[in-house]
């Protein structure tokens, strides 16, 4: 298949990857800590692997739904656009352990974080970080937020209940 090229200079969009990324380490590093390490690589990981898992998925043949950033090949800023969502996934976890989100309120933090993750990609779209194809809109991208969100609350209850615990 023919590589799209949207964008051939060191602009707006990786500037803001690298921006997202910093000040997300930094958030991740001077928030007080509420995990052990291992738990806390774990949430960071998690994210990481979303990330790249929904991206590629998406964005590669034959779906080919979205190019993330200046061309439809894998570039060195898509690999630091997915280390980005590390610090996103960790935060949400950091969040719903801080605020001791109960059952009944779960769907409502998941609704809420689904529209931050909506609002962060309609920016990310601006900037020139996503390029939508075949029709993929934000729509789409909602409902696999909910979904994902939805798993990690899942995946938080079994860290919580069975991590860090000897064999």
């Known amino acids: 298949m023919k590589v799209i090229y949207y964008d051939n200079q060191f602009n707006l ?11 997300g ?14 738990t806390t690589i774990v949430f960071i990981t998690t994210g990481v692997f979303f990330g790249f898992f929904a991206d590629h998925g998406l964005s590669v043949l034959p779906v080919s739904f979205y190019d993330v950033n200046d061309s439809s090949h894998f570039e060195v800023m898509d690999f630091f656009s997915h280390i980005m969502y590390g610090p996103y996934s960790y935060l949400f976890f950091y969040l719903f352990h801080l605020l001791n989100v109960k059952p009944r309120y779960t769907p409502i933090y998941v609704l809420a974080w689904a529209f931050v993750s909506l ?18 809109n934000f ?28 064999l």
């Open 119 to 136: 609002g962060m990609e309609i920016i990310c779209k601006k900037i020139g970080i996503f390029h939508y194809r075949h029709g993929f």
């Open 13 to 23: 969009n990786e500037w803001f990857i690298i921006g997202a990324l910093v000040i």
């Open 139 to 166: 729509y789409y991208s909602f409902v696999i937020y909910l979904l994902v969100l939805s798993f990690w609350v899942y995946f938080y209850s079994l860290i919580m209940k069975y991590g860090n615990k000897e």
């Open 25 to 38: 380490v930094l958030v991740v590093v001077l928030l007080p800590k509420r995990f052990t390490q291992q």
